[in-house]
């Protein structure tokens, strides 16, 4: 449970620092002129879509209630961060990391997806039993004396008709 509480916390701090992180290894490691520019395309990029995976996991009930992500998220997030990581590295599997990361982004958006999805059905199907069992129960009226009945108010119009 420490673990999933951790990455709860961890995954925005993530979102900031691993995009970063590929900039500082192309400057630790080196790399191409035209690496650098994909650099400045792409890491905005991983900042949104980690970001977008961070804010759907964060926006599940279930997450929100036990505040922890789920083993899933664990998995999923530890692959596709350690990807990440490996990327900035600038060895010769970098190409391989990348190709990693890009699949591993796609394969955790899809799945977090899924496990909104998954949630908010049966969070739904929970309130709907809710409403079903308060709609079954017989409404209580207060109990009133009898000596106390509703006052009922009758007006009647009647019509003055000229000539009579």
Excluded: C, H
């Excluded at 701090?13 to 691993?18: E, G, R």
């Excluded at 879509?49 to 998220?73: F, H, N, Q």
Aim: charged share 20%.
């Amino acid at each position: 449970m420490i673990l999933r509480r951790v990455f709860r916390s961890w995954m925005f701090i993530a979102a900031v620092v691993l995009p970063i992180w590929p900039l500082i290894g192309w400057g630790i490691f080196g790399g191409g002129g035209w690496e650098f520019l994909v650099l400045i395309i792409s890491m905005p990029v991983l900042f949104i879509a980690m970001l977008t995976v961070a804010g759907l996991i964060w926006a599940r009930p279930t997450v929100r209630r036990e505040k922890a992500v789920s083993w899933y998220d664990v998995g999923a997030l530890t692959l596709w961060q350690a990807s990440v990581i490996g990327f900035g590295l600038f060895g010769p599997a970098s190409n391989a990391f990348a190709v990693l990361g890009v699949l591993a982004g796609i394969a955790t958006f899809w799945l977090v997806l899924w496990e909104f999805f998954t949630d908010a059905k049966k969070r739904a199907r929970e309130t709907l039993a809710e409403f079903e069992q308060m709609a079954a129960r017989p409404t209580l009226r207060p109990n009133r004396p009898r000596g106390d009945a509703e006052e009922i108010i009758v007006i009647q119009e009647t019509r003055d008709r000229p000539g009579q």
